[in-house]
Every structure is written in structure tokens, then in C-alpha cells.
């Protein structure tokens, strides 16, 4: 039996009526909810209207619930999709022209909203999709890890190849999320193996990365948000948990969120690997918006991470782009109405949780945003937290 679970407040505070909240100005009236990713799971659904039921709160505006992917021209103000949108025609006809429009973002072809951008082609004049901007690679080519994108299955077996001859290579579908999609070849027998149970027709229409796999690693979130009047950016890590059938997923993120552009975050990350993530992501957000003309975003988070390769040695780079609203987004949400609501408060520090067991507690003061059975993925509870001022001051001395 499939259960499901509204917004609920912990807080007391939190369930004070709108007027006397904060807000971030916006000339939309009214905030709508857009699913237009096919597949996406129910506890995903859930909780994505929820964080944007949440935004409406945060902006002052009526939550006007679900709009009809299916009947563009529709007025829906300000925009909450749970995909990237990939057509900046359709994006129009939503109303949705700049990135005080939405929560999310806009790109000029679907490739670019996958993590098949991040890497080159294996040779120059192997398949690629429409629009395909081999200057995007070179300009990130020192902020990523080793890796090759292809859109063909002799194209990637090449690509396994050749970064096989210096280590173990991850496989990861452009069509996978949160992790999933993804394999290891650690020699060419198992590349072939990896690659024989993929669907072309697949691999030719969205793309597949190989990667250098990377041990003993963490994955650092750096991300920029402009929400109304409110601008903001943040770095954390992300962690992982096991699922109903042991397999590592995605467990949640715990952010330190400041105001200002990601130039504010480099000078207030006290850890090297920290600043060194803001500069990678930095530079990555920058080719991006060069090198894909008519692409704008408001929620963009990038991952990067850092670890060893099977050499031992230590390499960091980012693996991946976020135009969307994701799992990090309630901690996001809830960060941003904190610096709504205090003026004074210079930074905040929020974290999403997300847990595979039944009956899970949530702890006072969290936001639940789904707590009840998926038919795919089973018991699941999902929560967001703002800490006290003391955490977010303990944060700043040993950042996430």
C-alpha cells in the first residue's frame, strides 16, 4: 500500500500564517508545478510540489498546484519544474523568458541538460547530437575528471578503452539520476560485458560518459540560486545511505548557504578542498552560460568530487551539472526563507535527509516532505533541517 505525506511543519514557527513571513519580491502572482519528467517515482513528485509549494510561501505568492505539461500558453506564473526545460521556444510558451521565471532552468538542446557536456567526443568526427559544442569541453577540460562522452556503442567501447589503459573506468548513462545507471569496468572484458547490456537505439539518443573512477571519494555540492530578489550560493556534500536492497544511493546534503553570487563563497570556505570545488564549479557555470547561447538558470548546483585514482593519485573535478530542482532543494528553500526572514543573518546551514527504512524519525524542527511506502523504492522518509546559529558557526571552523 502506496502512502503519502503533505508538507508538515515541526516547527511551530514555521506554521505561522504568510503575512507574517518575510518575502522575496517577485512580479509573479501565483507559483505552479510543472512534472515533465517521464518516470519520475512518486516520493520524488511529493516532495518536489511540496518544495514548491514552499517557494510560492517564500515569494508571497498564491501556490496555483499542478500545470498541464501538456498545454503550453497556459498562464502559470512563476514556473517549478522537476526537469530541466530543453527548448527555449516551449519555454516561452510557458511564459517562462529570463531566470526570474522559474526554478530551474532553460537550455538551447536536451544534451546540454545532461552530464554528456562535461567530457569530449573520442574523436572529432564520432556521432553526436545536434548543436554538440566541442568548445565547451576544452574550457572545462582542467576542472573535470578524465573522461570521454558518446553517443554510439562503438564510439564508447573506444572510449572505455583507451581510459582503461590507466585504471578502472565508470560507465554512466546521460539518461541515469541519483546514481542510477551507472557501472564499473574495471578491464576490457567487463567493458565489453558493461556495454553489451545497454540499449543502442539508448547510448544513440541520450548519450553515455566514461570516467576515471576515483576511490576513497567525497562529493562536494556548490550551487548559485536567485529566487525573487533574494540571490544566494552555497557549498556542502552531499552522503549516501543504503536502499532497501543495500545498494548505495543518495542520502542527503547539508549546505552552508550565503548571500551573493558563487564569487562570495571562495573567501568564506576556510578548507582548501572546499575553495578548490567553488573554483571548479565556477569556471564550469561560466563555460556553460559562454558556450550554450540562450541557456539562463536560477537553481544551478554542480558536484564535484575528489578522491584517488587507482595510482593513488588525488584528483577533484566536477562531474556533473544541476538546472533543476533536486534533492538538495528543500535545505535550499529552507535556507533561503531564513535569510528572508533575518536580514541581519549573513549564512545559513541547512541539510536534506533521506532515509530507506520504515517508520524513520524526523526530528523537531524539520520540514517532512515525504514519509510512506514508494511502489519503487519502499519505505522512504525525506525531511529538510535548518540549523542553529551555533551549528552554522561550528561549520564555518570545519567546513562540511
Known amino acids: 500500500m502506496t502512502q503519502t505525506a503533505q508538507t508538515v511543519q515541526t516547527d511551530p514557527d514555521a506554521c505561522a500564517p504568510r503575512a507574517r513571513r518575510s518575502t522575496a519580491a517577485t512580479a509573479h502572482t501565483q507559483v505552479s508545478f510543472l512534472a515533465c519528467r517521464a518516470g519520475a517515482r512518486e516520493h520524488e513528485l511529493v516532495a518536489q510540489r511540496a518544495v514548491a509549494e514552499r517557494l510560492a510561501a517564500l515569494l508571497g ?3 496555483a498546484g499542478d500545470a498541464d505539461p501538456a498545454a503550453p500558453g497556459a498562464s502559470i506564473g512563476y514556473a517549478v519544474p522537476n526537469d530541466t526545460l530543453t527548448s527555449i521556444e516551449a519555454a516561452r510558451q510557458w511564459g517562462i523568458r529570463g531566470e526570474e521565471d522559474l526554478f530551474g532552468g532553460v537550455v538551447p538542446f536536451p544534451f546540454v541538460a545532461t552530464k554528456t557536456i562535461t567530457h569530449p567526443l573520442v574523436e572529432p568526427d564520432a556521432a553526436a547530437p545536434v548543436g554538440w559544442c566541442g568548445e565547451f569541453a576544452e574550457r572545462v577540460s582542467e576542472v573535470v575528471l578524465p573522461g570521454l562522452s ?32 551507472q557501472s564499473l569496468a574495471r578491464d576490457v572484458g567487463q567493458l565489453e560485458a558493461r556495454l553489451a547490456a545497454l540499449d543502442a537505439a ?33 557549498f556542502g556534500t ?34 582548501a578542498d572546499v575553495r578548490r570545488a567553488v573554483a571548479m564549479a565556477r569556471t564550469y557555470h561560466g563555460a556553460a552560460l559562454a558556450c550554450f547561447a540562450g ?3 536560477s537553481r544551478c548546483n554542480y558536484d564535484v568530487l575528489q578522491g584517488r585514482d587507482a595510482s593513488g593519485r588525488q584528483l577533484a573535478g566536477v562531474l556533473e551539472q544541476s538546472w533543476r530542482i533536486g534533492g538538495a532543494s528543500g535545505a535550499e528553500v529552507a ?22 527504512a520504515p517508520d524513520a524519525a524526523v526530528p523537531e524542527g524539520a520540514t517532512l516532505y515525504f514519509q510512506g511506502i514508494d511502489e519503487h523504492v519502499g519505505p522512504i522518509t525525506k525531511y529538510a533541517l535548518v540549523h542553529s546559529h551555533a551549528d552554522a558557526r561550528r561549520e564555518d571552523r570545519d567546513p562540511a
Open 61 to 63: 505568492c498564491r501556490f
Open 295 to 297: 541557456m539562463f538558470a
Open 202 to 234: 539508448e547510448v544513440a539518443a541520450h548519450g553515455i560518459v566514461l570516467e576515471r573512477n576515483l576511490a576513497d571519494a567525497r562529493t562536494y555540492s556548490i550551487g548559485v540560486l536567485r529566487v525573487g530578489s533574494l540571490t544566494a550560493s552555497y
Open 335 to 356: 535556507a533561503l526563507q531564513a535569510l528572508c526572514d533575518e536580514p541581519g543573518r549573513g549564512r545559513v546551514r541547512a541539510s536534506t535527509v533521506e532515509v530507506h
Open 238 to 271: 552531499q552522503r549516501t545511505t543504503r536502499n532497501r536492497h543495500g545498494d548505495e544511493v543518495y542520502g542527503g546534503s547539508t549546505l552552508t548557504l550565503v548571500r551573493g553570487g558563487l564569487e562570495a563563497l571562495e573567501p568564506l570556505a576556510g578548507d
Open 150 to 181: 558518446a553517443f554510439s556503442l562503438d564510439d564508447a567501447r573506444r572510449a572505455g578503452r583507451r581510459l582503461l589503459r590507466d585504471g578502472p573506468v565508470r560507465l554512466k548513462l546521460a539518461s541515469g539520476v541519483g546514481g542510477s545507471g
